[in-house]
């Protein structure tokens, strides 16, 4: 049983810097990918990042200020994120599947966790 939970989230000034965590289980990341994305409000839900084969891929707007990782041993993942601003704001999601790196349509995303706030005031 695939389970996913997040973990990190809070409120933030602008410029300021939060670490998001992903416990998961009933999968390891030799066969699976694991990714974060966000969803602002009144927005589509976008993807953030994704790892697989020990590589971590960015989407434009998070290269250079986010930065994810795994802990194997503890069947984690992270998300380092570095100067914050306000189009920041979202619930933060981790989500995996086989293919997740490629899947383009994320109805099609088999797990999802149930997400953390994020939120950078001014």
């Known amino acids: 049983q695939v389970q996913l939970a997040e973990s990190g989230g809070g409120s933030v000034q602008s410029g300021g810097s939060l670490t998001l965590s992903c416990a998961f289980s009933?999968?390891?990341?030799?066969?699976?990918?694991i990714g974060w994305f966000r969803q602002a409000p009144g927005k589509k839900r976008e993807e953030v990042s994704c790892?697989?084969?020990?590589?971590?891929y960015y989407q434009d707007y998070a290269k250079g200020r986010f930065t994810m990782s795994a802990d194997t041993d503890k069947d984690t993942v992270f998300l380092q994120m570095n100067n914050l601003n306000s189009s920041d704001t979202a619930v933060y999601y981790c989500?995996?599947?086989?293919?997740?790196?490629?899947?383009?349509?994320?109805?099609?995303?088999?797990?999802w966790g149930q997400g953390t706030q994020v939120t950078v005031s001014l």
């Open positions: 989500a995996a599947d086989l293919l997740l790196c490629i899947t383009v349509d994320l109805s099609r995303v088999a797990y």
């Open positions: 790892y697989f084969k020990g590589q971590a």
């Open positions: 009933g999968f390891n990341l030799d066969n699976y990918h």
